[in-house]
């Protein structure tokens, strides 16, 4: 049986295009940039929908927890049918329906209707889960790692990169006369669905699931395994404790990420007195770091790697997790601006290279189940973001509430100042909270092991790859 893993690239030569490992890196980089853009593209559009549609409080927060938790059920759906269908037509698909809601989002006219797009937009952010799996089937063992958290980094730029973009987007339909300022958030959100589905077309003509060809042509000239007795099954994959400690560790890195920076602008605001928009730029610099971060955390994973093996990788992963964590803890108890920025920068290399390091673990588990097990992995980073977000919201709701009551009958002045205080203080100990358990992640990742088969094929495969060289 032929094995179409010795075609896999060995470099991450980024010019050279002729190369299919190469060409479908930069298709699925800027397709999962594209679906982060798309996913979080109404974000700076939120004060004009609220006027628009008149949204509560609690709609525009259940907005934002809907567009989450659609994200963990599609990831460990598409994880599964990457394993059996292949990346390729997987993000074609996701790509041109989900686009779908994110063109509905634009025509929508209650605040129900919004809702209901908002979840379904959602599921695109399971294009993360496709381009791990696209990338580890695209490279060898001695570089996946680097390959894995470079389109990912790439690819998460999209999230912040809509701050800037869709405004810009917004900018040119009125100039162009297309619509009024009232309506131009619509129109942006059109644009961008229309864009992401015509990447959809673009990636299923210029890709192929692997180097040698597609899941299909595989099967059919017996070059991979089409008889469920050959595959690994979803329930296995569920009985690996190291795939649910990398999604403990995904909820740790990725998914405190997200919610670090959901919060920031309105922590720097309340403990710094900063303004809106100097709070923002902040958060976007640092948003930004993902460009250079998650890549030096995936390729100190591979150089870990051949060093030590795959325990290596583990080790570095768990130095990482935990250098973020006593981070987070320093900067919970930061009063003085510029040493807080000190630390948020530090936090910002920390938990980007975790989760670089992390994706450059989650391949060596089960190559026969890449798709399911990075799925499962990849929830984990939203579900932590969830969890993360309701302990900041209760304990700031709980801190204000107390704070107006005890400040009832003073000037709305001061009750405001009463307010930031107490969230501050509220965010700042579930900061603390927060990066005590990733500090007990960390600790817990030291009891992922691999056989010493797994680890002898390692080697055996890098020193295949140094002849070949």
């Known amino acids: ?60 927060w ?44 634009g025509f929508v006219q209650t605040p129900i209707q919004f809702l209901i797009c908002r979840l379904f937009i959602g599921f695109i952010g399971a294009s993360f889960v496709i381009t791990q799996v696209h990338t580890t089937l695209m490279f060898a063992s001695s570089i996946v790692g680097t390959a894995n958290a470079t389109s990912a980094g790439w690819g998460n730029l999209g999230g912040g990169a809509n701050r800037l973009g869709m405004p810009i987007i917004a900018a040119a339909v009125v100039s162009f006369g297309i619509a009024n300022e009232a309506n131009a958030w619509r129109y942006s959100m059109i644009i961008a669905g229309v864009i992401c589905f015509a990447m959809g077309i673009i990636y299923y003509f210029f890709t192929t699931d692997t180097p040698k060809g597609n899941f299909r042509e595989l099967k059919a000239n017996g070059d991979m395994p089409k008889a469920k007795k050959d595959q690994v099954g979803f329930k296995e994959v569920l009985k690996d404790y190291r795939v649910w400690i990398l999604f ?3 909820a740790a890195c990725f998914g405190i990420e997200l919610t670090v920076y959901g919060t920031m602008d309105d922590y720097l605001q309340n403990t710094f007195q900063l303004s809106r928009s100097m709070a923002g730029n902040i958060v976007l610099s640092f948003a930004l770091m993902n460009i250079f971060a998650r890549t030096l955390g995936g390729a100190l994973g591979d150089k870990f790697g051949r060093l030590k093996g795959l325990r290596g990788r583990v080790l570095f992963l768990v130095l990482i997790l935990a250098v973020e964590g006593i981070v987070l803890c320093a900067f919970s108890s930061i009063t003085y601006l510029p040493l807080a920025i000190v630390f948020l920068i530090a936090f910002s290399l920390s938990v980007q290279m975790a989760e670089g390091a992390t994706f450059s673990v989650v391949p060596f588990i089960n190559k026969k189940a890449i798709g399911s097990i990075s799925g499962i992995v990849g929830a984990g980073g939203n579900v932590g973001a969830f969890l993360a977000a309701m302990l900041l919201k209760s304990k700031s709701a709980i801190a204000e509430k107390t704070a107006i009551l005890i400040n009832t009958g003073e000037s709305q002045e001061v009750i405001n100042a009463a307010q930031a205080s107490a969230s501050s203080a509220a965010v700042s100990s579930g900061f603390l909270i927060i990066g005590i358990a990733i500090i007990c992640t960390s600790i817990l990742a030291l009891t992922i092991k691999f056989s010493l088969d797994a680890e002898n094929k390692v080697v055996k495969d890098v020193s295949g790859l140094q002849v070949s060289n």
């Open 62 to 105: 259940n907005s934002i927890i809907l567009a989450v938790s659609g994200t963990v059920f599609a990831r460990l759906l598409i994880g599964k049918l990457c394993d059996k269908y292949g990346p390729r037509l997987c993000y074609t698909w996701l790509l041109m329906l989900g686009s779908l809601p994110v063109i509905l989002i």
């Open 1 to 60: 049986m032929t094995d179409y893993k010795d075609q896999k690239a060995t470099k991450l030569s980024l010019l050279k295009f002729n190369n299919v490992s190469v060409r479908t890196f930069w298709i699925t980089s800027i397709a999962f940039f594209l679906c982060f853009f798309a996913w979080f593209g109404i974000v700076p559009f939120m004060p004009d929908v609220v006027r628009d549609l008149g949204l509560t409080p609690d709609q525009k």
């Open 248 to 250: 403990l560790v995904y």
